[in-house]
């Protein structure tokens, strides 16, 4: 069996009615369409699994990694809870148009009408364009029948918290949260593994035929939680060359790492590790492999590595495990 070694895939690119081509200018996939909205870094979602691009192991299927590899790709403990499912998705976004209002289902509604996890979700802000915003929660205390009462009359953004966002602002986006990413907004997504969305209000926009997009306003307000606290913005640590702890939920942790220099790594959680460079670039040796990382990549430290060195001299990555 091949060892496992520092793995790179390939980005699976959606075009979106709101996508821009700030992932092909800043973060350099490679598409030249106008309206990408999404790079799928890693992804376990059915009919989009992430395939390998580097080493031994290219061409190979993350779902075929975890049959084969099991607990040394994922960790043990992650094994046993999640099998042949990779537990997280990875992506990058572009907004260059207001996304829909939405929310996502908790783990119990999504397995019972989806068959799917919940969809706990975190951003952080890359770039954003002057006077960007993100929209998450309400701006005031607000119940069922006053929600009902401004979607019927097409008023919901209201009643909806904007906040004005710059590089480097971080959100944690729990399930049954009302949320969207506004228009001039470049971030990083960290996400359990599910695809599923309720879209509740679209700013009237039709495609290219004319058509509105689906709602799912049925769906939705089982799902809405209105009595979630605004805990929604993440305060963080910057000390260099360390992790500072960001998001720690019982679906993944994630750490805010700048680096001007190389540091020794030891992986003692059990669990794969994921980096997501956010800017610069560096390296990461692990027992004869190296492997770059840029602005724009990711890649996965399977869980059977339990040390390596990053080195740089200017990197900034989000540091990702369960």
Excluded at 82 to 100: M, W
Excluded at 106 to 133: C, I, P
Excluded at 253 to 274: A, M, P, R, V
Aim: hydrophobic share 35%; proline share 3%; glycine share 6%.
């Amino acid at each position: 069996m091949i060892p496992l070694y520092p793995l790179k895939f390939s980005p699976i690119l959606k075009q979106k009615i709101w996508g821009g081509e700030k992932l092909g200018k800043l973060l350099h996939k490679n598409s030249k369409s106008p309206n990408v909205g999404e790079s799928w870094e890693i992804s376990d979602v059915e009919g989009d699994t992430s395939v390998v691009v580097n080493g031994k192991l290219q061409q190979t299927s993350l779902k075929e990694l975890l049959q084969k590899y099991k607990g040394q790709l994922v960790g043990e403990k992650n094994y046993r809870r999640f099998g042949d499912k990779f537990p997280l998705l990875i992506k990058f976004i572009d907004a260059k148009q207001d996304l829909s209002i939405q929310l996502h289902p908790n783990d119990e509604l999504a397995a019972k009408r989806h068959n799917s996890f919940g969809k706990t979700e975190m951003w952080y802000v890359m770039q954003a364009d002057k006077d960007s915003n993100l929209i998450v929660g309400f701006n005031q205390k607000v119940t069922g029948e006053t929600y009902l009462e401004h979607l019927e009359k097409k008023t919901l953004p209201k009643i909806l918290n904007f906040d004005k966002v710059k590089e480097g602002d971080t959100y944690f986006i729990e399930v049954g949260r009302i949320h969207a990413i506004g228009a001039g907004v470049l971030l990083a997504e960290i996400q359990q593994t599910s695809d599923i969305t309720y879209r509740v209000y679209d700013w009237d926009r039709v495609d290219d035929q004319g058509n509105e997009r689906e709602l799912h306003n049925d769906l939705a307000i089982d799902a809405i939680d209105f009595d979630m606290p605004d805990n929604f913005r993440v305060d963080y640590g910057k000390t260099v060359n360390q992790p500072n702890e960001m998001v720690s939920c019982p679906y993944f942790t994630t750490n805010y790492l700048e680096l001007s220099e190389s540091i020794q790594k030891e992986n003692t959680e059990d669990s794969f590790i994921i980096y997501m460079c956010v800017d610069g670039q560096c390296e990461i040796d692990t027992d004869g492999d190296s492997i770059s990382l840029k602005k724009g990549e990711t890649v996965l430290i399977p869980a059977s590595i339990t040390a390596f060195q990053i080195e740089s001299e200017y990197a900034k990555l989000l540091e990702v495990y369960v």
